[in-house]
């Protein structure tokens, strides 16, 4: 029998939760809650505990249940309210971090329109329509919100512009094409509070006389896709989309696997049913966009806060934060650390504060962090005192970018992060500028070189002057940025490189060329796991590792029950 | 001919043209030279319009997939926890390379930049379901099971 103080059991079923195991969670919990309310939420953030269950007694408390297994075991612990298997949201998470945007994640059912106005939803933008289409406009500016997709313009000096405009129909468009590798803020509100990202354009769209809304959905989220889908129907039924004497059209698109268009223009081009190459700007959208209508494009997380700057006003939003950067931001936080995860946090909170002391990474094992996904820069642990704010990680070579922002161990090459960053962007460039295009591949052939042991001296000052003209001769911010990862990496780990191109060595021992592998017999139980695991049958009989067969694949370390193999630098290994 | 009668659940309109795609990407599994010829007539555009749209976009598959299609995720995160191992694993054992679909049909391999799972990294997908905090023996197990499993 359940525990009688159980009210309500949610368990967090968005697609990272779905993916740590949450399906045989959901379907114990099912079959045993005994008449006890099973919730379907979204994303509370801490990943490393998924799957995970929140209980909510009757007196109105809270318990945590973290990385529940699908068995009888730990869905008995839950239902019996049992000390086992509980989970504490971390002491430095818990102090550092400041939820608002994602107030609602994981506390609200997605689908449920009844769960979001319970919750002061839509309250924010019924305020608006008390107010005069300019007004909300002034609330805005007077925020200091600036756009949360990476390019940090100010969000209600877009809206002006598209609001000054007179034609017949004014489009706005959402971005939700975060392609950024390693950024899933943008998923995990669409997935786990669709409303609030729908409320935020109702409010745009009433600010600045839009006609028509689209949602560029990646189509790798189909999650967030039926959600967002579910909660237009809803708004459809209860006439939300009906104000100020029209009538608004919001349209999902799905996208179609290209990172480019994410660049404003070209999703432009993609709405439209073409290649999404970027346009040249000016015309800037909101003066031609969409099939030359006036068009402004937000973020998904810039929609997504303008209900709280209408709720509780552009002053008491703009409390919180720097002088330039207002409110507070989303960060994925991946990589090299103990507790990855979604975390918001104020602006101006320093990366020490957000690495160390919410994602739990050890000082002594962190190198650097990447922000901003393959259009930013890595910023070393030395400065680790800046504030994150739009500015500041600009002035390091870096950029806020959506929020992606990965963790690099001591332990990880900056010469093999840069290639593999370039790896991506010359893979997506769409062709149209030739900097861009044929630049970017020049610099991953460099890059590819390098690794591989062949690099000369020369390539860093080419690749530093190529660099600088790429940024300069694209039209988008594809290209312009695409050049910030080996910038960025050669400013501040310079002797990575020159270790690589001076002395043929990779320190971190990553660049496979560059690297053998070594067992110590000294430690060896003869297990022969390793000769088993070795694809290639590169470890003799005898327990040798002959590196002139061995991939560097890493299955023997793995498979190594005793820790004697390892990793040592190139020529120091045996070669038969 | 093949049948592309479903096309008519959306307007032919230049903007649904992706959309278009992405139905019959959806029905078949992947866009033929005969579908791409459908479209265009549907859209009153050339085939080599429709080709030229379809190839920009990474979605779009020109060949069949298998049965079941196995989506190694190589974003940032699953890349420094080791999708190059990963790949090789998967690749090893089917004897495919990124892009192919293996003989009978069964399996096909491909990359794609995100799946948005990066704190359970390196991560994988086949037909949608993900796999995450893959080893080599997680991998082989997975891929036994599927076959184990017709």
Known sequence: MANSKIKVIRVGAASCGMAAGAAPVLELLYKKADGIEVQEVGCLGHCYAEPMV???????????????????????????????????????????????????????????????????????????????????????????????????????????????????????????????????????????????????????????????????????????????????????????????????????????????????????????GKRGTPRFRPPFPTDSGWKGYPTMINNVETFGNVPLILREGAEAYAAVGTEGSKGTKLFALAGDLKRPGLVEVPMGITLAEIVFEIGGANPEDVKAVQCGGPSGGCIPVELFNTPVDYDSLRSLGAIMGSGGMIVIGRKRCMVETARYFLDFTHRESCGKCTFCRVGTKRMFETLERITAGKGEEADLDFLEDLGNKIRKGSLCGLGQTAPNPVLATLRYFRNEYLAHVVNHQCEALECNALTDVMLDKSNCVKCRMCIKTCPVGAISDDFVINNNICTRCNSCIEACPKKTIHRVKGGEGVRL | ??????????????????????????????????????????????????????????????????????????????????????????????????????????????????????????????????????????????LKEYRNNG
């Not at chain 1, 973290?66 to 000390?83: F, H, K, P, R, Y």
């Not at chain 2, 549907?42 to 989506?71: D, M």
């Open chain 1, 54 to 272: 929140e209980v909510i007694t009757t007196d109105g408390e809270s318990i945590l249940y973290g990385n529940v297994a699908g068995t009888e075991q730990a869905v008995d612990n839950i239902l019996n309210l049992s000390l086992e298997g509980r989970f504490t949201i971390p002491e430095g998470r818990a102090s550092k971090e400041l939820v608002k945007v994602l107030k609602l994640a994981g506390r609200v059912v997605p689908t449920s329109w009844e769960d979001y106005l319970a919750n002061h939803g839509y309250e924010a933008f019924k305020r608006a329509l008390t107010m005069t289409p300019a007004e909300v406009v002034d609330e805005v500016i007077k925020s200091g919100l600036r756009g949360r997709g990476g390019g940090g313009f100010p969000t209600g000096r877009k809206w002006s512009f598209l609001a000054a405009k007179q034609a017949p129909e004014k489009i706005l468009i959402c971005n939700a094409d975060e392609g950024d590798p390693g950024a899933f803020m943008d998923r995990s509100l669409m997935e786990s509070v669709p409303h609030q990202l729908l409320e935020g354009m109702l409010i745009a769209a009433y600010a600045t006389g839009a006609t028509k809304a689209f949602i560029y959905c990646r189509a790798e989220y189909p999650m967030a896709i039926k959600h967002l889908k579910i909660a237009i129907k809803q708004i459809y039924e209860h006439e939300y989309n009906k104000f100020d004497g029209r009538e608004l059209e919001i349209i999902i698109k799905e996208g179609a696997g290209a990172f480019v268009c994410g660049e404003e223009t070209a999703m432009i081009n993609s709405l439209e």
């Open chain 2, 1 to 142: 001919m093949g049948n592309y009668s479903y096309l008519s659940t959306i307007e032919p309109e230049s903007s649904n043209l992706i959309k278009a795609l992405q139905l019959v990407q959806a029905r078949e599994g992947y866009v033929s030279d005969e579908a791409i010829v459908a479209v265009a007539e549907y859209f009153s555009l050339a085939p080599v319009e429709v080709e030229g749209v379809l190839s920009f976009y990474a979605q779009f598959k020109r060949t069949k997939p298998g049965k079941y299609e196995i989506a190694v995720c190589d974003g940032t995160a699953c890349h420094i926890k080791g999708t190059p191992a990963v790949l090789k694993w998967v690749s090893g054992e089917l004897g495919i390379a990124d892009g192919e679909t293996d003989k009978d049909g069964f399996f096909s391999l491909v990359t794609v930049a995100c799946l948005g799972c990066c704190s359970l990294a390196p991560v994988m997908s086949i037909n949608g379901k993900v796999y995450g905090q893959l080893d080599r023996k997680k991998v082989l197990r997975i």
